[in-house]
């Protein structure tokens, strides 16, 4: 095991942890119900470090992207529909992602937000073309980085750590109304579906296959998987925290996605908003870029295509093709008018009815002896997955209903 | 199971229907007011950078504009604070700002306890 290969790689995941969803979530969840909801936030982490796990584990051992995976697993019929509602989900998110980037430019130069959107589109698509796989994963995720000043915001503003401590306990609070209560329904699902994201798998994964992961990574994805992970959602817990400790009392509900800047601004002033603008930027920026290549790894391997950045863009044509035109109908999206905050419950509702149909058949594959061998899932992995596959389950069901009852939340 | 349908078309049209309904507008609007509020302050001591200031003082008019024109009907006590908030300047006092934020939320309670 590299070190700091290692080290790269947990750094890497803890700034790519946080994007637009999580953000906005986080910060309202954390201004409406106070510290109420960090345990939803731990639930959630460690479903993704399951699933994280399991994701590289298969690319490493069974060498099978997810797309590919779920055509063998669900069949051509079930296959093409999760294919369909996935690149829908991962779309609106990466619009979402885009919107987000172009926001954080406009609020740090005073540009024109079309025109930083389309400055925005530029500049991911030159990264993707320009870096090699490893870098464009790397760059992204080590300049978010800069996310940390939340972190540090929040030890700096000396919350009651006794509250955000109980938070970590299952809990809903005392008091609510009906409407309250299933508000905070809301809210918990979509903590789930932001954390969960399913196009967070397909990028790890497909990663794990360009760089060629083999039995030898196994500990540097499960390592990489607990450790970078649990430390990104610590950052969303601060975010959280921070708007309980400074947003709720003064009435805020971060509405605007610039509101989160605050944080660090009211801890360390000019310094502290632009570290955070900083950090937010090259946070969703990697967003963007992963969503765009998640949805261009899935269509790829779903038809047998061609795919990967580890070859040259001419030498995977239609992958090129499809990244740059996801890209393209991003900035279309963006360019209507649909505000960011819209794109994002949208994100969010749509990527958790996907969940259960893309972590269903990894968690069959990841079981498999045949194509797991000695690294199918051991009964600790097998528990935990069939327990948040369940949980997935029960919170997409409950997802349309419940974004309905609130107007997205906010009833 | 029935009563279960039964409790969710209730719980529907209770958030659905008459003023109730403006609830989430009215969310979006103090909200944003009370974001405006802070920007001011932070302003006021020279602790911001001016594109941000711009950026999120358009913003939130924006986002006030955009709620109150979903309110119903337009001739509302908080349909009267968007109308209020929006002939404000930019640079509007912070304490005024403040004033309309809680107004909007003991409104706010009031329709979630009727």
Redesign the interface.
């Given at each position: 095991m590299n070190f700091l290969e290692l080290t790269l790689g947990i750094m890497t995941a803890v700034g790519g942890f946080v994007d637009i969803s999580e953000l906005v979530f986080a910060a309202q969840a954390g201004s409406t119900y106070g510290y109420a909801l960090i345990w939803v936030f731990a639930f959630a982490t460690v479903g993704i470090m399951v699933f994280g796990e399991m994701s590289g584990r298969v690319a490493a051992i069974a060498k099978q992207p997810v797309f590919s995976l779920m055509r063998h697993r669900l069949g051509l019929p079930l296959g093409m529909v999760t294919l369909l509602a996935s690149l829908i989900s991962n779309l609106i998110t990466c619009a979402a992602e885009v919107g987000g980037v172009a926001i954080i430019l406009h609020l740090l130069t005073g540009w024109a937000y079309w025109i930083m959107a389309i400055a925005a589109i530029l500049v991911l698509i030159a990264t993707i073309w320009i870096l090699p796989f490893k870098w464009i994963e790397r760059s992204y995720g080590l300049l978010g980085l800069f996310m940390l000043v939340f972190a540090v915001a929040l030890v700096k503003l000396n919350p009651p750590w006794g509250d955000i401590g109980r938070g970590f306990v299952p809990q809903i609070p005392p008091g609510l109304s009906a409407r309250e209560m299933t508000n905070f329904a809301y809210f918990g699902v979509a903590i789930i579906s932001a954390v969960l994201f399913p196009y967070e798998v397909y990028f790890y994964s497909s990663g794990g296959i360009e760089e060629d992961w083999g039995e030898k990574d196994l500990l540097t994805n499960r390592i990489t998987c607990i450790v970078g992970f649990g430390l990104g959602s610590l950052l969303a817990i601060a975010i959280l925290s921070n708007s309980a400790l400074l947003f709720g009392p003064v009435l805020v509900g971060p509405q605007l996605p610039g509101t989160a800047a605050l944080q660090p601004q009211l801890a360390f002033g000019r310094t502290g908003l632009l570290l955070a603008l900083l950090g937010m930027l090259f946070a969703v920026g990697g967003a963007a870029v992963e969503t765009c290549l998640a949805n261009a790894y899935s269509i790829c391997q779903f038809f047998g295509w061609e795919w990967g950045r580890h070859k040259k863009p001419w030498e995977a044509p239609r992958f090129t093709i499809a990244w740059i035109a996801l890209f393209i109908i991003a900035l279309g999206i963006v360019l209507s008018g649909i505000d960011v905050i819209t794109l994002v419950e949208f994100a969010v509702l749509f990527s958790i009815l996907v969940l259960p149909l893309t972590y269903l058949p990894m968690l069959l594959l990841a079981s498999d002896k045949k194509y797991m061998q000695a690294h199918q899932n051991g009964i600790v992995a097998n528990t935990l997955g069939w327990i948040y596959f369940v949980a997935i389950l029960l919170a997409a069901i409950a997802a349309v209903p419940l974004f309905f009852l609130t107007s997205g939340g906010q009833g | 199971m029935r009563c279960l349908g039964i409790a969710?078309a209730l719980?529907?049209v209770?958030?659905t229907s008459g003023p109730?309904s403006d609830?989430?507008a009215i969310?979006?609007i103090?909200?944003?007011?009370?974001?405006w509020?802070?920007?001011n302050r932070?302003a006021g001591g020279g602790?911001?950078?001016?594109?941000?200031v711009?950026?999120?003082r358009a913003?939130?008019r924006k986002?006030i504009e955009?709620a109150a024109a979903a309110l119903h009907p337009s001739t509302s006590p908080a349909a009267r604070h968007a109308a209020a908030l929006l002939a404000l300047p930019d640079d509007a006092p912070v304490a005024v700002l403040?004033r309309h934020?809680?107004a909007l939320?003991h409104i706010e309670i009031a329709l979630?306890l009727s």
């Open positions: - | 969710i719980s529907l209770s958030c109730v609830l989430p969310r979006d103090r909200s944003a007011t009370a974001e509020a802070l920007i932070e602790k911001l950078t001016k594109a941000y711009r950026g999120m913003a939130a986002e955009d403040r934020a809680a939320k979630e």
